[in-house]
Antibody, heavy 122, light 110 residues
Framework: QLQLQESGPGLVKPSETLSLTCTVSGGSISSSSNHWGWIRQPPGKGLEWIGTIYYSGSTYYNPSLKSRVTISVDTSKNQFSLKLSSVTAADTAVYYC??????????????WGQGTLVTVSS | QSALTQPASVSGSPGQSITISCTGTSSDVSGYNYVSWYQQHPGKAPKLMIYDVSKRPSGVSNRFSGSKSGNTASLTISGLQAEDEADYYCCSYAGSSTWVFGGGTKLTVL
């Protein structure tokens, strides 16, 4: 059973870079049937897609965040990562990682990690 | 890329049916059959309930169903139960390898 777990600092200073890692267990991160996504949720607000990395290494980002986001994969550790630069208080959110099953025939996010709260504050 | 539009809240009594709408544009909801729905209980991660507009993952109750007409997708929950009280989010493919979520709907079971 595929499981995902986010990890990283819970507090980041303004203007610095937020870095999170998602560890995948119960399956291979490099399987051709799996892609991987990051989604965030500001406190009391809705979900926002941040970006997706395909098994091939291709990355796709939310246009509103594209200039600040980098998603990468470390197949040796079965992990994928998120970096968000120049953060402000508006980036305070619970960050989720999820498997993103997206093909010409289907599209969904499942399963999700439990989420990790990142607060941007000095 | 704007968030899909959902009602902020809906409510219903146990045993009743409710429908949550998710309105987008021709660039997302009506352009593709890639609408999914997620249930989120307080403090928990979202859970996939419906995908590809109307398909139900294994293990999800058949009380949950999805549909789409034009720019609006809908999630219907029949036979409401107390455990259905949660936030619900729609998500759609929006072209050019981008995705957009709805603002979320809080379901209250009276």
């Amino acid at each position: 059973q595929l499981q995902l777990q986010e990890s990283g600092p819970g507090l980041v200073k303004p203007s610095e870079t937020l870095s999170l890692t998602c560890t995948v267990s119960g399956g291979s991160i490099s399987s051709s049937s799996n892609h991987w996504g990051w989604i965030r949720q500001p406190p009391g607000k809705g979900l926002e897609w941040i970006g997706t990395i395909y098994y091939s290494g291709s990355t796709y980002y939310n246009p509103s965040l594209k200039s600040r986001v980098t998603i990468s994969v470390d197949t040796s550790k079965n992990q994928f990562s998120l970096k968000l630069s120049s953060v402000t208080a508006a980036d305070t959110a619970v960050y989720y990682c999820a498997r993103h099953m997206t093909t010409v025939a289907t599209d969904w996010f499942d399963p999700w990690g439990q989420g990790t709260l990142v607060t941007v504050s000095s | 890329q704007s968030a899909l539009t959902q009602p902020a809240s809906v409510s219903g009594s146990p045993g009743q049916s409710i429908t949550i709408s998710c309105t987008g544009t021709s660039s997302d909801v009506s352009g593709y059959n890639y609408v999914s729905w997620y249930q989120q209980h307080p403090g928990k991660a979202p859970k996939l309930m419906i995908y590809d507009v109307s398909k139900r993952p294994s293990g999800v109750s058949n009380r949950f169903s999805g549909s789409k007409s034009g720019n609006t997708a809908s999630l219907t929950i029949s036979g409401l139960q107390a455990e259905d009280e949660a936030d619900y989010y729609c998500c759609s493919y929006a072209g050019s390898s981008t995705w957009v979520f709805g603002g979320g709907t809080k379901l209250t079971v009276l």
